[in-house]
Nanobody, 124 residues
Framework: QVQLVESGGELVQAGGSLRLSCAAS????????TGWFRQAPGKEREFVAA????????YYTDSVKGRFTISKDYAKNTVYLQMNSLTPEDTAVYFC?????????????????WGQGTQVTVSS
């Protein structure tokens, strides 16, 4: 079992930055891949970023490349998503998820555990 709790979402102006946190318990983050997904109102959940179990490989959707950075803090058993140069199009509920098998790291169906989400709102 893995429990995930996201935090850090809030209202921010366009061009601003936020850092989302995903605190894990039950298993250490070095045992599985971790991904961030987001879901805007009326839209499907989409992949944002992921980091492999080792932390050596990272993956990003094209729209966030160069703006978002995913990282792991093994001491805190936490995964972060640093988001810079935010735009209104980044407004969504952001979820972190754990993929125990690292089967297909960009697909939501591959993930085994999910957090409850944190709201990010970017105003223009």
């Amino acid at each position: 079992q893995v429990q995930l709790v996201e935090s850090g979402g809030e209202l921010v102006q366009a061009g601003g930055s936020l850092r989302l946190s995903c605190a894990a318990s039950g298993r250490t983050v070095s045992n599985y891949a971790t991904g961030w997904f987001r879901q805007a109102p009326g839209k499907e959940r989409e992949f944002v970023a992921a980091v492999s179990w080792s932390g050596l490989s990272t993956y990003y959707t094209d729209s966030v490349k160069g703006r978002f950075t995913i990282s792991k803090d093994y001491a805190k058993n936490t995964v972060y998503l640093q988001m810079n140069s935010l735009t209104p199009e980044d407004t969504a509920v952001y979820f972190c998820a754990a993929d125990l098998s690292q089967r297909n790291i960009t697909r939501s169906w591959a993930y085994d555990y999910w957090g409850q989400g944190t709201q990010v709102t970017v105003s223009s």
